[in-house]
């Protein structure tokens, strides 16, 4: 079982806390109160797609020899504009450089996160349409 605690400090501020002891402050934009001194839940949710597919990506290309020199996800979320404010599309832009880095073994790599390991996908695609675009040395292509 995962667990947590988010508490609030001050302000539209909360301080979130992972059982695994991590600690992150959240805080609103200074049009909903808030003194932007941290991340809005929404990004983190963006954020916590990216780490979870990245993981697996990198886990996947490092057993395929995939001899990359760089690696980043970009991420782009649209939201519903009626409450609940959920995601409707999502597009995550996977750029991956270096030499002899073949596509084939990368966009292999995005598949299976995104079609079978990374939960954070699963959860998410029952709300937002998500689009996967593989970057290889400049050369992009929609998977």
Not at 14 to 25: A, C, P, T
Not at 94 to 104: F, I, L
Request: one cysteine or more.
């Amino acid at each position: 079982m995962l667990t947590g605690s988010v508490t609030w400090t001050e302000g539209m501020a909360v301080l979130g806390q992972s059982g695994s002891g991590h600690e992150l402050v959240m805080d609103g934009a200074p049009s909903v109160g808030g003194e932007d001194r941290g991340p809005r839940p929404k990004e983190l949710t963006l954020l916590s797609l990216g780490g979870c597919t990245a993981l697996d990506v990198i886990s996947i290309m490092r057993k395929m020899q995939v001899p990359f020199k760089s690696f980043r996800i970009e991420l782009e979320g649209d939201t519903a504009e009626t409450h609940p404010s959920v995601f409707t599309e999502i597009r995550l832009i996977y750029r991956t450089e270096g030499e002899g880095v073949q596509r084939e073994k990368v966009d292999r790599a995005i598949q299976l996160s995104q079609e079978r390991y990374c939960g954070v996908t699963h959860m998410l695609n029952k709300t937002a349409k998500i689009v996967v675009i593989s970057d290889v040395n400049g050369d992009r292509k929609e998977i």
